[in-house]
T-cell receptor
Framework: EDQVTQSPEALRLQEGESSSLNCSYT??????LFWYRQDPGKGPEFLFT???AGEEKEKERLKATLTKKESFLHITAPKPEDSATYLC???????????FGTGTRLQVFP | SQTIHQWPATLVQPVGSPLSLECTVE??????LYWYRQAAGRGLQLLFY??????ISSEVPQNLSASRPQDRQFILSSKKLLLSDSGFYLC???????????FGAGTRLSVL
């Protein structure tokens, strides 16, 4: 069964304290892995897509990496405005549908 | 550029009343369209998706239905709402080879 597990469920960081969020997945042929940011009461905002093991993508303080079993979202020197829930999703090769994890709620304190 | 509109933003409805949530996409043709529900502390659950006008796939048995009367319009409906229908409903679209899904702002539905 295709599934996605994200850890930790919640993460509290001091401003400037770098850390990583984990997304472990099992899927029948990975077509793509997606990272989204979701602010409270809003729809998810697309961040990155990764397609093959070894691929990396960066955007400001965020860097996403991918292996055959998991993806990491590295946050370097986070700021309070990075506080949000980060969602990971995978797409199998046989479908257009996404399977989402339950997310990591990140809080960054000044 | 492409945009997605979803309304209303919030909705409070009594049990047994009907529901109609609308989603429209601009700036793209023949998109895939999706309806999700997000419960507190849980991931996004796919409810319906559509690859074209009149083509609807239902993912879970439930009290809801979906329709796609036009290429870029997707409607989520119910004839009689249940308490368990409360939640945060999200519409999304995707297109092209990369098939990245882009989400609307969501509708917070409270059934009382």
């Amino acid at each position: 069964e295709d599934q996605v597990t994200q850890s930790p469920e919640a993460l509290r960081l001091q401003e400037g304290e770098s850390s990583s969020l984990n997304c472990s997945y099992t899927v029948s042929g990975l077509r793509g892995l997606f990272w989204y940011r979701q602010d409270p009461g809003k729809g998810p905002e697309f961040l990155f897509t990764l397609y093959s093991a070894g691929e990396e993508k960066e955007k400001e303080r965020l860097k996403a990496t991918l292996t055959k079993k998991e993806s990491f979202l590295h946050i370097t020197a986070p700021k309070p405005e990075d506080s949000a829930t980060y969602l990971c999703a995978v797409q199998a090769s046989y479908t257009d549908k996404l399977i989402f994890g339950t997310g990591t709620r990140l809080q960054v304190f000044p | 550029s492409q945009t997605i509109h979803q309304w209303p933003a919030t909705l409070v409805q009594p049990v047994g009343s009907p529901l109609s949530l609308e989603c429209t996409v601009e700036g793209t043709s023949n998109p895939n369209l999706y309806w999700y529900r997000q419960a507190a502390g849980r991931g996004l659950q796919l409810l319906f998706y559509s690859v074209g006008i009149g083509q609807i796939s239902s993912e879970v048995p439930q009290n809801l239905s979906a329709s796609r009367p036009q290429d870029r319009q997707f409607i989520l409906s119910s004839k009689k709402l249940l308490l368990s229908d409360s939640g945060f409903y999200l519409c999304a679209w995707s297109a092209g080879r990369l098939n990245i899904q882009y989400f609307g702002a969501g509708t917070r539905l409270s059934v009382l």
